[in-house]
């Protein structure tokens, strides 16, 4: 599976086709919040995660996150996010704030 990066751009149709292989209806995310980058693909966040972290990220900025094509939606659940160090006590992001900038970051990145 492969993993894709984007800083600025938006995946091409082929790359969302295979971002979307291991899953189908959705693909895995991590998103790096003071970067603004999300990489995207493969079977899990951790993979996501490990490519962000290769290009520079810093583990407290990437957050994992779901994004759903279809329906134009970002789930916010991932092992990635238990932090309990930073608060996140569950997979899910409990901070309201911080869900709304993954979302903003995703949609900006994701959507057609």
């Not at 493969?42 to 962000?52: K, T």
């Not at 990635?80 to 930073?86: D, K």
Request: aromatic residues 4%; proline residues 4%.
């Amino acid at each position: 599976m492969k993993i894709h990066l984007f800083s600025n751009e938006k995946p091409t149709p082929e790359q969302m086709a295979e971002m979307l292989e291991a899953l189908g209806n959705y693909a895995k995310l991590a998103v790096d919040v003071r970067r603004r980058l999300v990489a995207g693909g493969g079977e899990m966040h951790a993979d996501c995660e490990a490519v962000l972290l290769d290009a520079g990220s810093r583990q407290e900025d990437v957050w994992g996150a779901d994004w759903k094509p279809h329906s134009q939606e970002v789930a916010f659940e991932s092992l990635i996010n238990i932090r309990p160090r930073q608060g996140n006590m569950s997979m899910v992001i409990q901070d309201r704030d911080l869900r709304a900038t993954i979302e903003q970051i995703v949609k900006e990145r994701m959507a057609p």
